[in-house]
């Protein structure tokens, strides 16, 4: 079966910049979820999806992340505006504990 | 609180010598405990959960709750386990919670 779909795999962006992920999880899996991983660290939640419905957003910084899950599926994850210590790679998983993307490596400047 | 602390960040062993990555949790309730790895390039991936209690690649790992540790074992390391290990505890939401992870390079 196809796996966790992740894009852009890189991205550079400035201080201040606005940026997106996009990620595809496997078909049918309702449960999607978004990790940030700092350089030296473990993966840490950012939000858990259950289908279109927000389950877990206790450590998203509301404040410049944002992401959504229109009609269940895809997710987008948004950072407005990113800082410096925003430089991650950011994964998507989805219905765990099996299923990782790639993950994007967000680099801010 | 809910935690996992791996104490090594980089573990270094010769070819063919016993491996113990060490992972202790902090839980209040019954815990779900994962060791998952991610090769050079590649994907995080399971490598394996305590309730399956099996042997994947070699690799072992008991959950003790007295000591509320789930180390990884493998008896005899291959250049090829070079990788990163990361222990995690899954909560009842389905999230999980990862450790800091451990280098594990094994020289020839």
């Known amino acids: 079966e196809a796996g966790v779909a992740q894009s852009p795999r890189y991205k550079i962006i400035e201080k201040r910049q606005s940026v997106a992920f996009w990620c595809n999880p496997i078909s049918g899996h309702a449960t999607l979820y978004w990790y940030q991983q700092i350089l030296g660290q473990g993966p840490k939640l950012l939000i858990q999806f259950q289908n279109n419905g927000v389950v877990d957003d206790s450590q998203l910084p509301k404040d410049r992340f944002s992401a959504e899950r229109l009609k269940g599926v895809d997710s987008t994850l948004k950072i407005q505006p990113a800082k410096l210590e925003d430089s991650a790679v950011y994964l998507c998983?989805?219905?765990?504990?099996?299923?990782f993307g790639p993950g994007t490596r967000l680099t801010v400047l | 609180a809910q935690r996992v602390t791996q104490p090594e960040k980089l573990l270094s062993v010769f070819k063919g010598a016993p491996v113990e990555l060490k992972c202790n949790y902090s839980?209040?309730?019954?815990?779900?405990l994962f060791w998952y790895v991610q090769y050079s390039r590649q994907r995080l991936q399971l490598l394996l959960r305590?309730?399956s209690r099996e042997s994947i690649k070699g690799f072992t790992a008991d959950l003790n709750k007295g000591e509320t540790s789930f180390h990884l074992k493998k008896p005899f390391a291959q250049e090829e386990d070079s990788a990163m290990y990361y222990c995690a505890l899954g909560a009842l939401t389905g999230k999980l919670i990862f450790g800091q992870g451990t280098t594990l390079q094994v020289k020839p």
């Open positions: 998983a989805s219905s765990l504990p099996q299923y």
């Open positions: 305590h309730i």
């Open positions: 839980y209040s309730g019954s815990p779900e």
